[in-house]
């Protein structure tokens, strides 16, 4: 009997034991070929012998000391490195132990700008529905993902209000060119604030592109625009969360560099230290940054592992491996060959609706009927099967449930390592389409 709180109490996982490459390994001996990186994580696979010389150097040197008595060579050196490429107007960067309480820091800092600069009462923060934040109590308030709101929603912020999403496959009409609805759906965030009241507003938050909630989605053609213009007129903070799709994952480091904007505060995480060291991040613009100077000069929020010596030495020297091997260019190429073996394999098959993403960071959305766009009934798990068939054959992809709604709808996604050559890529693909299919015979059987 396990000690471990697993995710699923009953579950018998397989113990791994050993990552190669983009390779897993359990302790029977079976391979995965890590599809999604986990959750978009392992960006240099499970093995690059630099990270991991960076951090026993690290460990070796100094584990950690506090932010509060020190400062450290590895985060001092990180965050010139990442300030020194991130967008426009970014001036500091903080890095903290995970994603979600990186939104936390986000969040805090965007409160703090407020109190800072004499507007207290500026207390909403608009997200958007089929988002994911995080976990911790904050980022999940902020968070569109119903599922993982539900069971503590009496816990969540009041003061958090959600638009729909940027969706042309759900949501732009027929009528509409995909420009006109990229308006059309940031105009949204514009009937908010102006319910809201535009001075009781924080800030707006969102993926720049979404991750696990909806699957892969990008805003439509001249969304971020008009979304940067409308925080810039009514003096909204804008927060966009790059933990997925930052790091290269998209095929740029910042995800937002491809919608041409630049935020007031940006978090990233996994691809940040690839898995190799636990960490999150938080950038900030100079507006921010001044108008703490200008107060108090003190951040109000701090953890302990802010600015962890090994964790920062593993995201360097991730960071440093992604730049030095052209990685970046490297997703942008394998993300073309990915996105048209996807294309080609699942374009014309019955339940795959609508297939999407950017660099090396792909989803298939599943549907029933691919006319009406109709999901298949939650009840049926249709997103676990498939993970569950893509795993007995040796395939770790990422299958995640309410896509459409929050609730109903499924896809599959995909993250895998920068490293990955192509003919892991057809491995990708065929694993995948064996899998869906058994998944949806598994179905029809049981119907
Ligand atoms: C976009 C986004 N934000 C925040 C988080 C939370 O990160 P973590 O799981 O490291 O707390 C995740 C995790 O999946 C995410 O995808």
């Known amino acids: 009997m396990t000690h471990f709180l697993h995710r699923k109490l009953n579950s018998t996982l397989p113990v791994a034991v050993r990552g190669e490459g983009v390779y897993l390994y359990d302790k029977e001996g079976r391979r995965y070929l890590d599809a999604s990186g986990g959750a978009a994580v392992a960006c240099l696979g499970h093995s690059h012998p630099a990270v991991i010389e960076a951090v026993i150097r690290q460990i070796r040197t100094l584990p950690s000391a506090h932010t509060s008595f020190f ?11 990442l300030v020194s490429r991130a967008p426009e107007g970014i001036k500091r960067f903080l890095s903290v132990s995970d994603g979600s309480v990186a939104v936390e820091t986000a969040l805090k800092l965007a409160r703090q700008y407020w109190v800072e600069v004499g507007q207290p009462q500026r207390r909403y923060i608009i997200s958007r529905k089929q988002s994911y934040h995080g976990n911790t109590l904050g980022a999940l308030s902020v968070s569109g993902n119903e599922r993982r709101r539900a069971p503590y929603a009496p816990l969540l912020s009041e003061s958090v209000t959600h638009i729909d999403p940027s969706y042309a496959y759900r949501y732009q009409r027929a009528d509409e ?66 933990i997925m799709s930052g790091m290269g994952r998209t095929g740029t480091l910042f995800a937002c560099e491809q919608e041409g904007i630049a935020p007031d505060i940006i978090t990233v995480a996994k691809g ?49 491996v992604i730049e030095e091997e052209g990685l970046i260019q490297r997703v942008q190429t394998l993300g073309n060959a990915l996105e048209a073996k996807l294309r080609e394999r699942f ?101």
């Open 177 to 242: 060119t995909p420009e006109q609805y990229g308006l059309r759906s940031a105009n949204l965030l514009e009937e908010e604030i102006l319910r809201l009241r535009p001075e009781n507003v924080n800030a707006f938050i969102a993926e720049t592109v979404v991750g696990a909630t909806a699957g892969c989605l990008a805003a439509a053609p001249g969304y971020f625009r008009r979304v940067r213009e409308i925080c810039d007129k009514y003096g909204v903070l804008l927060i966009l969360d790059e």
């Open 272 to 320: 940040l230290g690839g898995g190799y060291q636990p960490i999150g991040g938080v950038f900030a613009n100079a507006k921010i940054i001044n108008a703490i100077e200008a107060g108090s000069k003190t951040l109000a929020n701090g953890h302990t592992y802010m600015g962890h010596a090994v964790a920062c030495a593993a995201a360097l020297a991730v960071q440093k």
């Open 347 to 447: 374009a014309a098959h019955p339940h795959v609706g609508d297939i999407r993403g950017r660099g090396l960071f792909w989803a298939l959305e599943l549907v029933i009927d691919r006319e009406t766009k109709m999901t298949f009934e939650p009840a049926l798990k249709l997103n676990e099967r498939v993970k569950e068939e893509a795993q007995a054959r040796g395939l770790a992809c990422y299958p995640s449930g309410g896509t459409a709604d929050g609730v109903r709808g499924d896809h599959i996604l995909f993250a895998p390592p920068y490293i990955i050559e192509e003919a892991q890529l057809d491995d990708i693909v065929e694993i995948t389409s064996q899998s869906l299919d058994a998944a949806l015979s598994s179905i029809s059987a049981s119907a």
């Open 71 to 81: 400062t450290t060579e590895p985060s001092e050196e990180l965050a010139d490195y």
